[in-house]
Each structure stands twice: as C-alpha cells, then as structure tokens.
C-alpha cells in the first residue's frame, strides 16, 4: 500500500512539474483571452513566424479572441490591444519594453533612446521634439523643395526618362528619404553627394543584415561575410556621425541654426549614446518616409482618378507657384487625405509597445507589472467595424464629413502614448506633400503590368519587391 502511496504521489508530482514547464501559460495570472505556447522554449514565436510577421499573427490573433489578447513572446507573456478604446486607456504610458525591439540593437545601439524609458527618456525626447518644432519645419521647406529638384534629384532623373523606361519607385524614394533626412538633421556636412551616396550604401547593408534576422533568427559566427560585412557598414555610419560632429564643433555650427545633431550632442553623455541615438534617428527618418512615399505613388500609379483629383487640387491652390510654402501647404486638404489613406491602407508601421513596472488594469483585466503590452495599430487601421472594405483605398474616408464621427483613435498610425508618439510625423507628411506637388504637376505616373506587389510587414511595411513605374511628362 505503502509503496503504491509513494509512486501515485511521485507521479502527480512529475506530471505537475511536465506540465508547468509543458504551459508556461498555465502560470498566467491573467484573464485576458489568448494563446497557450506552441513550445516551452519559443512560446508562440513560431506561429509569428508562420503567419509572416508580427503584424498578420496579430490580425489573425485578435480576429479570434477579440481586442484585447495574449501571447507568448519567447519565454516572455505579451498583451496586445487592438481598439480605440484600450488605446484610449493606455494613453498615458511612456515607458517602452525592450525585449520586442531587441533584435535591431546591434544596429541602434543600447544606449538608443528607442530603449530609454522614464526621466531619461523624457528628457532626450523634450529636448530632441524641438528639432520637429514648427519654426523648425518652417525652415525645412526649402531644403525638401531643393533635394527634390537638384541636378541629380529624382525629379531631373524623371525628366530624363522616356515613357517607355521602367523606373525603380521604391529605390528613388529612399534616395530622396535620406538626402532630405540627412541635411536638414545633421547639417551642411550632408552637402556632399558622394558621403552621401557612401552612407546610403552603408545603411542599406546595415539594415539589410537586421531585416534578415527579422525572418531568420539564427545569427551567423563573427567571422562570417554576413557579420563582417554588417560590422563594416555599423563603423563607417558610426565614424560618418562622428565626422560630422566634429565638423559641427569646429565651425560652431549651431550659431546656424540649432539640428538634430546639435540636440543630440548637448543631451548625450558618450561618444556611442550620440552614435546610438543619431543612428536611430536615421532609421526613424529614411525607412518610415521612403516607404510612405512608395506606397503613395504606387497607390497614386493604381488609382488615376485619385491622381487626377489630387492634380486639380494642386493646380488650384498653388496657381502659378513652383513651389509649397507654409500658408499653400495649410490648404493641401486632399493631399493630406491621400497620406492618410496611404498610412491606413499599407500600415506603415503596424505596431507600437509600452510596459509599466506596477500592476495595472486594462479593458477589466489585470495586467501583471512588467507585461509588454503591445499596441495593434495595424489591426486597427484595416478594423472594418471603423473602415468597411479596409483593402480598398479611397482618401475620401479622410473627407471632413467621414471624419466627424470617428475617434482619432482608430487613425493612430504614429502611435499615441505617452507623449511618446513618433517625433518625426510632422516632418515626414511635409517631405512628402512637397516631393508629391512637384512630381504629380510634372507627371502622369503609372504602374508597369505584371508586377505582383507583395507586402512585407517588418517594423517597417515595405514591398517585397522593387515597384516599376512608368512616366509620362505632363504638358
Ligand atoms: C511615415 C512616416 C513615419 C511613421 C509611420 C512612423 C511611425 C512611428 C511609430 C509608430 C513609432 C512608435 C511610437 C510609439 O512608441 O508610440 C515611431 C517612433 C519613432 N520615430 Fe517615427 N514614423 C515615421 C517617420 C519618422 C521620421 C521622419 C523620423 C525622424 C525624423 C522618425 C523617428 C522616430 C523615432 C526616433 C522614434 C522613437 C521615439 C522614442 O523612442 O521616443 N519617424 N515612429
């Protein structure tokens, strides 16, 4: 009997322990609905995986258990949120956790303000908004209009192609991005087409080898091409950020005009925090912007009847005018419209993320302190309760009239939290109106056919590969 006590007891025991260490999720202390994990080690990384991206396992995720769900990050519990109504209650949250944003460090640094959270974060990002200030942009504008139509801008490039000629979108996008980025947040060294062609160069392969650990995880050897090749282009960008500090302190720069840079430097207290935070700023400016600027022209390219529409508007609030300036751009309405769409339909960025260190309560459930609670922005923007047909694009859901009723919550594709939204929205909705108004007056633009153009959802949406258009010059 005896031993029959001892072996019942020994076995309830290891079937405990099999299936504490079997369902991490049987530890949940939560009510939140969601998944168990798919393995004790990976939680549901796997099934992200199969779904192509965070962003679609979150559609599919919240399509099944509502707007507000759970998973398994790794080992680590994760929340997400999908309404504007739990975006509403979130408002207030600044910290971000680090654990979703660990795979683009080696390229941004720890020290990125992308990972400072409270007093730290606070302060870098008061003091890094001032470059994104009104009086800011105000002075940008002629920078952005001077890029678009330099002598190897891409609006001289356009003109020079015949109707037949199969031009790269996305590739000239993101020389525009980079070039308009570049010189108006770090200065005057960025007057130099070739270090900025190097740099380009550079940064593409930088963030290349990160976009490849976004769908393979397994990170080759040190040795190896792939890492000696990444570590190169990270010491050129790092020694670039470096050069144009010193050219900044030698020439007292900032009696010029207070940049970026110059927010950066009197903020940071090391060499690699001002790397860190630079290259993160780089990567908010050029990945972001290109891509919107992709994505509209290709929908622009699909859509004539919203690229005619557009033309009118232009032609009627610039008149004669060459270029936008700030009381024309307050009266782009429907160019506007058009961005927005674009920013809704392709969902730019498709996600945000917060973490609070106290236990909190969201939409009647509680959150248990240090949960990263992600932000669905994408799932919201293509929630057909708030966009009926979310694949169709039409600006004219951004009219006055389809606006009035809807919470700015379903339309956060900048995030909302915590005064911690993207400092750089208001920079990149004027670089785009103003390359826009010159290319749509000066071009009919259309797509070349057969092409499938595939999303690809990373941190960033991007094509999966480059769009062809054609261009035909207008009279
Ligand atoms: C289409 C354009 C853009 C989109 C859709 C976009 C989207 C976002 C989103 C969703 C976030 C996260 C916000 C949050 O955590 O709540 C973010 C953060 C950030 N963005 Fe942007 N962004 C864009 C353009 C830019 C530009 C032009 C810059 C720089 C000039 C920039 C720099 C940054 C930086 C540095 C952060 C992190 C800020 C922090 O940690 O506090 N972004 N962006």
Redesign the pocket.
Known sequence: MLDFVIFAVTFLTVLLVAIIWLYPSSKKVTTIPGLDPSTSEDGNLSDIARAGSLHEFLMETHAQFGPITGFWWGQTYAVSIASPDLFKQHASVFD?PTELFKLFEPMIGPL?????NGAD?RK??QC?DR??EHEKLHGYYETFQKVCCASNGVVKKWLDKGEQDHIPLSEDMFSF?IKS?LF??MGESFNDEKLVLSVKTAYDKAWGEMEHRLTDPIIPNEKSPRIKQFDEALKYIQNTVQKVVQHRKAHNAKEQGHL?IDAILEVSSSEEQVNS?TI??????????A??LTWCIYFLATHSDVQEKLLKELKKVLGDKNVVDDQTYGQLSYMNQV?NET?RCAV???????VQDFDTELGGHRIPKNTPVI?A?GVVLHDEKFWPLPNKFDPDRFSVEQSKNRSSYTF???????K??????K???L??AILLSTLIRKFKISLWEDQVVQPVYGL?THPQEEIWIKVAKRQ
Request: a positive charge; charged letters at 15%.
């Open positions: 971000r990125s303000i992308q990972y400072a974060g870098r990002r890094y470059a994104f991005a980025a108006t947040l970026l935070d993160t700023y780089m990567v908010g400016a050029f990945h972001t912007t891509n919107l961005l920013l730019v960025a498709p996600w945000a993320a917060r932000h922005l956060s594709p900048f995030g909302f939290a915590g911690r939204k993207c400092p750089g929205y920079f990149s909705y670089e785009s960033v």
